[in-house]
């Protein structure tokens, strides 16, 4: 059973940054595809970023393109997010998940068959 930890959620006011972390349990080389999603009270699950493997190719939702980055170190075992100009909209809980075989379906919650627990982050305005 993987097991994959998020850290880093906060509270901030908008325009401001923050850098979420996940540590996985197991090589992350081994998990595939992983990705960042997030969920706002009430609406569905949404994706924000997808990687690839090695890290070289990475995918946004059209909402944080220019602002946020995706990033592994399969050598910690460790997925990032750096989210930077942070809005309002982008409060919620933010989950990794992990273990997607491709890149078809990457905006899909069910292609990712791991995740974790959630962080939050708030924005205000």
């Known amino acids: 059973q993987v097991q994959l930890v998020e850290s880093g959620g906060d509270s901030v006011q908008a325009g401001g940054s923050l850098r979420l972390s996940c540590a996985a349990s197991t090589d992350t080389y081994s998990l595939y595809y992983m990705g960042w999603f997030r969920q706002a009270p009430g609406k569905e699950r949404e994706v924000v970023a997808v990687?690839?493997?090695?890290?070289?190719?990475?995918t946004y939702a059209d909402s944080v393109k220019g602002r946020f980055t995706i990033s592994r170190d399969n050598d910690k075992n460790s997925l990032y997010l750096q989210m930077t100009n942070l809005k309002p909209e982008d409060s919620g809980m933010y989950y990794c998940?992990?273990?997607?075989?491709?890149?078809?379906?990457?905006?899909?919650?069910?292609?990712?068959?791991?995740w974790g627990q959630g962080t939050q982050v708030t924005v205000s305005s």
């Open positions: 998940a992990a273990g997607a075989k491709s890149s078809v379906g990457w905006s899909r919650p069910a292609s990712f068959p791991n």
């Open positions: 990687i690839s493997r090695g890290g070289i190719l990475s």
